[in-house]
């Protein structure tokens, strides 16, 4: 048995024993409720349910609506998942047939709503994954149509077909098409785990094929062992530096780390990414720090990181077997939300609560990317 799996093993000891992968564990009236979800939802979702970013002009992307509604489900919190659900399809997902609007806030004439139609395909698959566990764990028949209906709305904008018949996840409908088969890809987009449980929902869909692809742009996109944030890919002539936007993986790579620590451990890429991606690690073994920017092609760092951004190579380091370090990084992260919380903005916030969340044992994913549920630990 091998380091990873030994440790998710013994961080998942509190999830019930001898129950399905695919049945929901119920939980408890007992089980702590998740604070910080509480706080932060009283802090930034209104009461219509529109995730505000207040200190960027008090806009909502889709990706914080998808993170709410994520948040709520781990959270069992029903009451603000309808609130969200129903104003993400009020108001960003109004026409059902195409992927939702990513930016929605003042425009210039002073009236509110979408100021770019544009997508953003991470978000997408959030809420399709989230809609499609709300249909399985809480039996909502609606979920499960509102679910498929957003991996119909992503494979007829946000998917292209390669030469070899396999496919990739485009990051949005419009620029990131570069030229004839060739594509701008966000390595951060697209967790595997989330690709798993729609190939299970879809086995005869593009999903696994997409995860295929992913896997390989993680493998691929990381010379030194740091993911960038944005890679460039042609068909036929392989991955390399998009010249645009240079080696730098910072803002968005960060999560490439998060998604990889919480793979499940007999994912069969999960060895290799852990390898692959293990540039971060041994960065914060050496400095003790997590760098705000890295250079993928020569490994150098920049800067420190702020609260989230560390707080997400957290469920990485326990997943290649770190204990002592992440230890040490749990510590800091604790410190950080009783500290820094009320200054921090949506971005970091978010990145604490996926992360604190796991290190609460609040959630995890199976090997098939079915989402379990766990009585938590403060």
């Known amino acids: 048995m091998n380091r990873s799996r030994r440790h998710w093993i013994a961080s998942t000891i509190a999830f019930s024993a001898g129950i399905s992968c695919h049945i929901p564990l119920v939980r408890s009236a007992s089980?702590?409720?998740?604070?910080?979800?509480?706080?932060?939802?009283?802090?930034?979702?209104?009461?219509?349910?529109?995730?505000?970013?207040?200190?960027?002009?008090?806009?909502?992307?889709?990706?914080?609506?998808?993170?709410?509604?994520?948040?709520?489900?781990?959270?069992?919190?029903?009451?603000?998942?309808?609130?969200?659900?129903?104003?993400?399809?009020?108001?960003?997902?109004?026409?059902?047939?195409?992927?939702?609007?990513?930016?929605?806030?003042?425009?210039?004439?002073?009236?509110?709503?979408?100021?770019?139609?544009?997508?953003?395909?991470?978000?997408?698959?959030?809420?399709?994954?989230?809609?499609?566990?709300?249909?399985?764990?809480?039996?909502?028949?609606?979920?499960?149509q509102l679910g498929t209906q957003m991996l119909a709305a992503i494979q007829s904008s946000d998917i292209a077909r390669l030469a070899d018949g396999s496919f990739i996840l485009i990051p949005g409908k419009s620029g990131f098409r570069l030229g004839e088969r060739t594509y701008l890809l966000n390595p951060s987009y697209a967790p595997v785990q989330l690709l798993r449980r729609l190939a299970s929902q879809q086995p005869d869909g593009p999903w696994q094929s997409v995860a295929a692809n992913q896997i390989n742009l993680l493998v691929h996109c990381a010379p030194a062992g740091y993911a960038p944030?944005?890679?460039?890919?042609?068909?036929?002539?392989?991955?390399?530096?998009?010249?645009?936007?240079?080696?730098?993986?910072?803002?968005?790579?960060?999560?490439?780390?998060?998604?990889?620590g919480m793979l499940n451990p007999e994912d069969p890429s999960s060895a290799q990414l852990l390898t692959s991606l293990g540039g971060m690690?041994?960065?914060?073994?050496?400095?003790?720090?997590?760098?705000?920017?890295?250079?993928?092609?020569?490994?150098?760092?920049?800067?420190?990181?702020?609260?989230?951004?560390?707080?997400?190579?957290?469920?990485?380091?326990?997943?290649?077997?770190?204990?002592?370090l992440a230890a040490r990084l749990r510590a800091q992260m604790e410190s950080d939300i009783e500290r820094q919380w009320s200054s921090l903005g949506y971005y970091d916030k978010n990145l604490l609560l996926f992360s604190s969340g796991w290190a609460q044992q609040r959630y995890r994913f199976d090997v098939d990317g079915f989402l379990r549920l766990g009585s938590p630990f403060p």
């Open 31 to 144: 089980q702590a409720w998740w604070v910080l979800w509480d706080r932060y939802a009283s802090e930034a979702i209104s009461a219509d349910g529109r995730v505000i970013e207040h200190a960027r002009e008090a806009r909502t992307t889709s990706e914080g609506q998808a993170y709410a509604l994520f948040f709520a489900l781990v959270a069992n919190d029903r009451a603000r998942f309808d609130t969200i659900l129903e104003w993400t399809l009020n108001q960003l997902w109004t026409y059902r047939a195409q992927p939702p609007a990513w930016l929605w806030g003042e425009r210039q004439d002073g009236n509110w709503g979408i100021i770019d139609s544009n997508t953003a395909t991470d978000a997408e698959l959030w809420i399709a994954y989230t809609l499609l566990e709300a249909a399985r764990l809480w039996q909502r028949p609606a979920c499960q």
């Open 229 to 260: 944030d944005w890679y460039r890919f042609r068909d036929g002539g392989g991955f390399s530096v998009e010249p645009s936007k240079g080696p730098t993986g910072g803002y968005d790579a960060i999560r490439t780390y998060l998604w990889a």
């Open 281 to 324: 690690a041994k960065t914060f073994a050496e400095s003790g720090r997590v760098p705000h920017y890295v250079n993928v092609q020569t490994g150098e760092v920049f800067g420190q990181a702020p609260a989230g951004f560390s707080a997400a190579i957290y469920p990485f380091l326990m997943a290649a077997g770190h204990d002592r």
